[in-house]
C-alpha cells in the first residue's frame, strides 16, 4: 500500500470514530455543522500528517547542528533558537497548510451562528469576521507548533546524546517523533474545535449576543474541566473560568473537546 494511501486510511478511520462520538446540545440546532466540522478536521488531519512528513524527509536537518552533536560538547547549540530566520521561513510553510482549514472551520462556526439564530449577515460581513478571526486563530497556532516542534526536537537529541547514539540513531529517533501521526490528530481535533467556537463567538459579538452559556456533553468521558463550566453563563466578552484552567473563551477547553456553546441575546 502505498504511503498516500496509508494516510487517506488512518484519516478515514479517525473520521469514523469522531463521527461516532456525542458533541454538546447546542449542535443538535445545526446538526450540517457538525458534519462540516467533522470533514474539515480530516482535512486538516491529512494536511498536518502531510507537512510534518515534508518537514523530517526535507527540512528538519537544518535545524540540527550534527557536527555538534559529534562533537557532545554543548546540547543547546545544536537545536537552532526560535529567533533563527529559518524558523520564521518554516512558519510560512506550516500556515500554507492550515491556514484554508482553519478558515473554513471558522466560517463554519459563523455561518452556524447564522442558521442557528436566524440573524443573517451581509456576505462580506461573513467573509470578514471570518478572515479576522481566522488569522488570528493561525498566528497563536503558527507560534505554538514552531514552538512545540523545536522542543521535540531539541529533547529527542538530548536523549540520543544521553544514550550515546550516533547520528544515524539520533536521526531515526527525531524524525520518528515529529512525524509521528498522532500529534497530526490531536492537532486537528482540537484546532477544528476552536476554529469553530471562535467563529461562533466573533459572530455572537457582531450579532449582538450579551452572554455565553458553556454546555458540556455529561457523560462517562465528560472532563473534569467540561463538567465544571458545564452551565456557566458569563458575558460576550468575558472568559470562562474553572479551577483547572482560565481564559477561555470558547470551546473546546482541551483536546477532543466535545462541548458547545449558547450565545444569549437581549
Not at 529559518?86 to 466560517?107: H, M, N, P
Not at 478571526?133 to 523545536?150: E, P
Not at 544514550?163 to 486537528?188: D, F, H, M, W
Request: net charge positive.
Amino acid at each position: 500500500m502505498s504511503k498516500s494511501a496509508l494516510i487517506n486510511e488512518y484519516v478515514n478511520l479517525s473520521r469514523l470514530i469522531r463521527a461516532g462520538e456525542r458533541f454538546g446540545p447546542a449542535f443538535e440546532d445545526d446538526p450540517e455543522s457538525l458534519r462540516k466540522m467533522i470533514k474539515l478536521e480530516a482535512k486538516l488531519e491529512r494536511d498536518l500528517i502531510k507537512y510534518f512528513n515534508g518537514l523530517v524527509n526535507e527540512r528538519i536537518n537544518t535545524f540540527i547542528d550534527w557536527n555538534e552533536y559529534r562533537r557532545r560538547v554543548v546540547k543547546a547549540a545544536i537545536v537552532d533558537p526560535m529567533s533563527d530566520d529559518k524558523w520564521k521561513r518554516e512558519g510560512k510553510i506550516f500556515k500554507q497548510a492550515v491556514y484554508d482549514s482553519i478558515y473554513l472551520g471558522t466560517l463554519n462556526g459563523v455561518s452556524a451562528g447564522i442558521n442557528i439564530y436566524s440573524l443573517p449577515l451581509a456576505a462580506d460581513d461573513v467573509i470578514g469576521i471570518a478572515q479576522v478571526s481566522a488569522k488570528k486563530h493561525a498566528a497563536k497556532l503558527i507560534t505554538q507548533t514552531n514552538r512545540n516542534t523545536r522542543k521535540m526536537i531539541n529533547r529527542s537529541v538530548q536523549t540520543s546524546l544521553d544514550l550515546g547514539e550516533t547520528v544515524e540513531q539520533a536521526s531515526k529517533r527525531v524524525n520518528k517523533i515529529v512525524k509521528n501521526p498522532t500529534r497530526s490528530t490531536t492537532i486537528a481535533r482540537t484546532e477544528t474545535v476552536n476554529s469553530y467556537g471562535n467563529g461562533l463567538l466573533d459572530f455572537g459579538k457582531d450579532a449582538g449576543a450579551t452572554h455565553k452559556e458553556w454546555q458540556a456533553v455529561l457523560d462517562s468521558n465528560t472532563s473534569p474541566i467540561c463538567e465544571e463550566l458545564d452551565s456557566q453563563v458569563v458575558k460576550i466578552d468575558a472568559t470562562f473560568e474553572s479551577s483547572f484552567d482560565s481564559g477561555i473563551e470558547s470551546p473546546g477547553a482541551h483536546v477532543n473537546c466535545r462541548s458547545s456553546m449558547v450565545l444569549i441575546f437581549p
